[in-house]
């Protein structure tokens, strides 16, 4: 979804989010800005339907205004030449790693690109991204598409290959960024994650966002949302990702929305 | 004539019924109680009361005038001093401020000062406020960074004076604290409404949405004006720093507070943003926060809603109006209780919290007898929330987004005592200058700063 928002579009950089709040009843959701362009005014956000935000989101027709929409907050993305970078991309979390990957090889980095999803209809942006790529995997859990496999796996191939890798970025469900920091800490490769806590206000002020971090306490709305991965209390996370499923659902079934 | 040794009592909601509402507990005095309450005054010659008001309000005047039933004139005196009455009516701890000097306190209690001036504003709201002349304009601009207290009247003075004032603010609402920290119960979202509308027809045009750091730095803005307040607030929870503190459970009381008040929570379904809180709750802290999250508890349907402070009732912050309703709507204070430890089960769900017995010990450097943990006095309570109120720190975001802005010790904008800061087109005030205070000092902030810049603008033709 491409939104007019000329303030935030002039100072997005790779890495970073906005919040939104669709109506005076909507809740304030964070969403990657996966795409942006500073001459014409506008952010390119991509969602998955998973609740009733984001269903409510993808009901919006061209020319609809969304109430609220601030940003770009978080800390941009640390873009340097390091050499090889694994970019690993798992299902909407594609969509926050394309900037990456673009600033990456406009950077002079040789990018190799995995990404995974659960089955081919899941996938996206693949074109994009193969054109920004030195190397290019895809894999789908069901092998409808690519590689039958984990995105763990390929990285696993291409360590075991003896490719030499300086960086690995991860971003996607919180189950597979911790699978893949484990891979990477044997290795002693550096990895970088974008963390998805809930969030309120996306501002520093209310520390829900708050996770562990090195056994420190960080607000990923301000400090992150990207970490290093090996010092990231996973487990946390998830936890607190479920905090408030129970109620996620009486919303959408309150709104009559089938998830 | 004697005088009445007690203030007229403020008709209020019955205890039990407004823990199921979230309206508001005080009604406010009519106009008969107003003009009797304000002849309880003596018309002190020295004045006492004035010097216990951050602003210096003129309280015998404004009395002066209710108690000859001439409201409006009063209003005019109040509004010299304050933009924001009914919210200071409400909210100012007054029992340690203007009445806290009064001459009545000898023989009974003060005059009911915050009630007097909570019963013109609203007074005056009902009538349709009148919106004062403003100067011929100066064709300069200032950006305001923050829409609480100190940034509302500071915006609102500098209007008045004739310069064109643009606010910033990061959320989708303005008032700050006032919006989404305190609660509807306390100080109805209407009237801050109100009182951001009455900025707005002073020509003030407010950006929601727009995170100064972020969204447009500092540098930037100072390509469009030709100075800057910043009132950005204490923001930043601080944390109890104890092992649990990430579990499933544990809020900040912004966040469980924000939730509840800016993003209407308690009206869920029907508003998107969920917040839950189970059957026990507790809160740690004693300030105004704490009672604010403690009755709130109560109102989401808590059967249990604790206060855990580890010193004794004497030093609690909160105002004494707070703790009065608190106890009065039935939540139960466990003092010189010091939390150790949160436990959840296998899901890392908070379920217990352990605590310590406290005793005073020697005066600490803020004078307050220091709480010494009893040895082997550990005890668990079972609770579902645990909330955790114990003070906010300046939010960082500008200070740390501005080269050379000299930052004090606790992060927060070091200014003088009019709000200049060490760069000269930059003036701060309120929380982000000196930490978690109050309204009515983040308001006199607002004001000091507003008549800085304005000296400032008129040297810099
Ligand atoms: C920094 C950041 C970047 C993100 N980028 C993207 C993105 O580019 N594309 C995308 O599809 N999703 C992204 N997300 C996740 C997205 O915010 C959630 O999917 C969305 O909030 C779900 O809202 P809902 O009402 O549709 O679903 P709900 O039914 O409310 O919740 C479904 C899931 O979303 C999580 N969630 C709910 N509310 C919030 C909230 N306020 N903040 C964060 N998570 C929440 C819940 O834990 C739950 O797992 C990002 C999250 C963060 C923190
Ligand atoms: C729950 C609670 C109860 C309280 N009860 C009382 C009471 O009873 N009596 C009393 O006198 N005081 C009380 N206080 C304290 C009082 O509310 C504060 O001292 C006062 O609001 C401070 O005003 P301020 O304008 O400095 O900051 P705030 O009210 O904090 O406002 C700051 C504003 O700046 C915005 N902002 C922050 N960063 C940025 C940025 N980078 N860009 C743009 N905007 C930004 C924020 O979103 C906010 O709207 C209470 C506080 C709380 C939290
Ligand atoms: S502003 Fe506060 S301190 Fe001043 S007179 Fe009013 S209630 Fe008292
Ligand atoms: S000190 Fe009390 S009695 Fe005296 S003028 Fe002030 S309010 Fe009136
Ligand atoms: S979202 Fe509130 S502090 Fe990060």
Redesign the interface.
């Known amino acids: 979804m491409v939104v007019k928002a000329p303030?935030?579009a002039k100072?997005a950089q790779a890495g970073q989010f906005i919040i939104l709040?669709i109506d005076e009843?909507?809740?304030?959701i964070p969403l990657t800005i996966a795409d942006y362009n500073g001459k014409k005014g506008t952010v390119t956000i991509i969602f998955m339907e998973v609740g009733?935000?984001t269903k409510q989101l993808g009901t919006l027709n061209v020319g609809d205004k969304i109430?609220?929409?601030?940003?770009?907050?978080g800390v941009p993305s640390e873009i340097e030449k390091y050499g090889t970078v694994v970019c690993i991309g798992g299902g909407v979390g594609i969509a926050p790693l394309y900037p990456v990957i673009r600033a990456l090889k406009q950077a002079g980095n040789n990018v190799i690109s995995i990404l995974g999803a659960r089955n081919e209809k899941l996938l996206m942006l693949e074109k994009e991204i193969e054109e920004y790529s030195d190397e290019f995997h895809i894999c789908t859990d069901d092998g409808s598409k690519g590689t039958k496999g984990f995105v763990s796996n390929v990285l696993q191939n291409l360590i075991d290959d003896g490719k030499k890798i300086d960086v690995v970025w991860a971003i996607g469900p919180v189950i597979m960024m911790k699978v893949v920091a484990d891979l990477t800490r044997k290795y002693d490769i550096k990895t970088i994650v974008s963390l998805n806590p809930i969030m309120?206000?996306?501002?520093?002020?209310?520390?829900?966002c708050?996770v562990?971090v090195g056994n420190e306490?960080k607000f990923a709305c301000?400090d992150g949302p990207e970490f290093d991965g090996h010092l990231v209390?996973f487990?946390?996370l998830m936890?607190?990702n479920?905090?408030?499923i129970?109620?996620?659902d009486?919303?959408c079934k309150?709104?009559g929305v089938e998830i | 004539m004697a005088v009445k040794k007690e203030k007229y009592p403020m008709p209020e909601q019955d205890p039990k019924k407004r823990i199921k509402n979230f309206d508001e507990v005080p009604y406010g005095y009519d106009e008969q109680t107003a003009i009797e309450e304000a002849k309880r005054c003596l018309q002190c010659k020295n004045k006492p009361c004035i010097n216990g008001c951050p602003v210096e309000i003129d309280i015998p005047d404004f009395i002066k005038h209710i108690a000859e039933g001439d409201f409006d004139k009063a209003i005019d005196v109040l509004k010299s001093k304050t933009s924001l009455p009914a919210v200071c009516g409400r909210v100012c701890p007054y029992e340690n401020q203007c009445e806290g000097e009064c001459t009545l306190l000898k023989i009974g209690d003060p005059v009911g000062i915050g009630r007097l001036e909570r019963f013109l504003a609203d007074y005056e709201r009902k009538k349709g406020v009148k919106i004062p002349k403003i100067a011929k304009s100066t064709g300069k601009k200032v950006a305001v960074v923050g829409a609480g207290p100190a940034g509302l009247t500071c915006a609102g003075d500098l209007a008045k004076m004739g310069h064109k004032v643009t606010i910033y603010e990061?959320?989708?609402e303005p008032g700050g604290v006032l919006m989404?920290g305190i609660p509807e119960f306390r100080l109805p979202k209407e009237i801050v409404k109100a009182e951001v509308d009455y900025i707005s027809k002073l020509g003030v045009d407010i950006n929601?949405?727009?995170?100064v750091g972020?969204?447009?730095s500092v540098d930037d803005l100072i390509k469009d004006v030709d100075a800057i307040f910043i009132g950005t607030g204490a923001?930043?929870?601080r944390?109890l720093r104890i092992p649990g503190?990430?579990?499933?459970g544990v809020?900040?009381a912004?966040?469980f507070l924000?939730?509840v008040n800016m993003?209407?929570a308690y009206l869920?379904?029907?508003?998107?943003?969920?917040v839950?809180i189970g059957k026990v709750v507790a809160t740690f802290g004693a300030g105004n926060v704490a009672m604010d999250c403690a009755r709130t508890a109560l109102r989401l349907g808590a059967e249990k809603s604790y206060i855990i402070y580890r010193r004794s009732d004497k030093e609690m912050p909160a105002r004494a109006e707070e703790i009065h309703h608190a106890n009065e709507e039935g939540v139960i204070f466990k003092l010189l209780t010091n939390p150790t430890r949160f436990i959840g089960d296998d899901?890392?769900?908070l379920k217990e919290v352990e605590c310590i017995k406290m005793e005073l010990g020697e005066p600490d450097d803020s004078g307050r007898r220091r709480p010494v943990p009893v040895k082997g006095s550990e005890f668990k309570i079972k609770i579902d929330t645990a909330l955790v109120a114990i003070g906010q720190s300046p939010?960082?975001?500008i200070p740390q987004s501005v080269k050379d802005l000299k930052i004090g010790k606790w992060g927060n904008i070091e200014t003088d005592e009019d709000g200049r800061t060490n760069i000269p087109y930059i003036f701060a005030g309120g929380d982000i200058a000196t930490g978690a205070a109050t309204v009515i000092l983040a308001m006199g902030a607002g004001k000091k700063a507003a008549r800085a810049i304005d000296e400032y603008l008129k040297l810099k033709k």
Not at chain 1, 200 to 208: E, K, Y
């Open positions: 303030l935030v100072k709040r009843q909507g809740e304030r009733k935000t109430l609220n929409f601030v940003g770009p907050l309120v206000d996306g501002t520093g002020m209310c520390g829900g708050r562990s306490t301000v209390d487990d946390n936890l607190r479920r905090r408030f129970c109620e996620e009486e919303a309150c709104a | 990061a959320l989708h989404y929601y949405d727009v995170v972020k969204t447009i923001g930043l929870p944390w503190e990430n579990l499933d809020y900040s912004n966040e924000t939730r993003m209407k869920f379904p029907d508003y998107d943003t969920p839950k899901k890392g769900i939010n960082p975001l």
